[in-house]
């Protein structure tokens, strides 16, 4: 298979090229990304409507593959994490959460993460390389094939997928973006751009870059009022300030109509370090211009760190304080922590980390 193109790692664009390269005409590539992402068709012989001269050529030079699951573990909630296999002893976690009406796939973008987040699992395993597109879309492509394809525009067994499981989105951008555009293209997945999101710890070049280039929700993961505390939680806040973060955000938003003119805002809380009522009327000021939604984490503990989870009545204060400034908030509801599939439990199996010289190399 070595010198075979897998064409889950063609982005539409490339894929059309690729078409065109077999001297065939670029609607083949709508044919071809409708068998695999709609059907969940792998072997050219089942594809119909593509001729037998072509569908020899096609499995001459290509072939069809998403990473394999290693395991399946089920949550008393419903909850199911999967571990796939992307080669070299390297494992990477996908989440499935079925809430009422609607089935939320959680997909990882990294092997590990180079952010190194102090209360995150996935930042604790250290990082060792981006995902190519076949190993994002297919997460999706996997998942589908245990819970169905959606052929049809009625149903549509994988209804919202988020960027949210290991890894910063933003630091592996080009299988990200390809990856988004086939989530939301008519051809593959045909999500709504308000059912794709992007979560990212806040690399404002990046996120400026993307601007008005793809339009996907966006949540950003804040977690602190300030940027004394922020940059102890997230390093990366040493690199680009709550500011400017914010900044990149505004700009962003303003140029999607994914986000309907709000960005969510994540918060972890974190026991006695960032819950309190003085931090939670400090959040609300800094973000009194900002149009945004607040969902509020409450930290879901993991044997890489001893950060607490708050009470129950700590959580509803914090919240209460911001609803009263007149905020949207939410509280994440904590799915599948019997599994560690909940958020910040992702730890996969990350080998060779990647020294922290390396990593900034490899960044971007
Ligand atoms: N790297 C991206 C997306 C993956 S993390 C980001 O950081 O935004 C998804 C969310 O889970 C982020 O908001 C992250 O801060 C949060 N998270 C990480 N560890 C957590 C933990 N132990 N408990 C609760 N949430 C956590
Ligand atoms: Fe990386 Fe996000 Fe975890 Fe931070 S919270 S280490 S950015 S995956």
């Known amino acids: 298979m070595e010198n075979k193109v897998n064409l889950m790692d063609l982005s539409i664009e490339e894929m059309k090229d690729f078409c065109v390269s077999l001297g065939e005409k670029p609607f083949r590539a709508q044919q071809l990304m409708r068998w695999i992402y709609q059907f969940g068709v792998t072997d050219f012989d089942l594809m119909t409507n593509i001729k037998k001269d072509l569908r020899a050529r096609l499995k001459e030079c290509c072939f069809i593959k998403a990473p394999e699951v290693v395991t399946e573990q089920k949550s008393r909630d419903g909850t199911v994490k999967w571990a796939l296999d992307i080669g070299g002893g390297q494992l990477v976690e996908t989440v499935l959460i079925p809430e009422d009406g609607r089935n939320t796939l959680c997909i990882s973008t990294q092997v590990g993460c180079p952010v190194g987040c102090v209360f995150c699992r996935t930042g604790a395993s250290g990082f060792n390389r981006n995902l190519k597109l076949s190993e994002i879309i297919g997460q999706v492509w996997r998942a589908a094939s245990c819970v169905g394809f959606s052929n049809n525009e009625e149903h549509k067994p994988i209804s919202n997928v988020v960027m949210m499981g290991m890894g910063e989105p933003l630091y592996n951008l080009k299988p990200v973006l390809s990856a988004c555009e086939l989530l939301l293209s008519d051809y593959a997945f045909a999500l709504s751009k308000r ?18 280039k793809i339009d996907v929700a966006l949540a950003l993961s804040l977690h602190a009022p300030d940027d004394e505390l922020r940059s102890k939680l997230i390093p990366l806040n040493d690199k680009y300030n709550i500011a400017e973060v914010l900044d990149a955000v505004r700009n962003y938003i ?33 973000l009194s211009d900002l149009p945004c939604k607040i969902n509020l984490i409450p930290f879901n503990p993991h044997e890489a760190s001893e950060y607490r989870k708050p009470s129950g009545n700590r959580v509803e204060r914090f919240a209460r304080e911001l609803m009263e400034m007149g905020f949207t908030v939410m509280k994440r509801s904590t799915r599948g922590d019997d599994i560690a599939a909940a958020c910040g439990q992702l730890a996969g199996q990350v080998k060779n980390r990647l020294k922290t010289a390396a990593i900034e190399a490899k960044r971007i």
Not at 202 to 212: E, T, Y
Not at 265 to 275: A, K, P, Q
């Open 195 to 212: 059912r794709v999101t992007i979560s990212t710890s806040g690399v404002a070049p990046v996120l400026n870059s993307i601007a008005g």
């Open 254 to 286: 303003s140029k999607s109509n994914a986000n309907c003119g709000k960005v969510t805002i994540e918060y972890v809380l974190l026991d006695g370090v960032n819950d309190s009522l003085d931090q939670a009327k400090a959040l609300g000021k800094l």
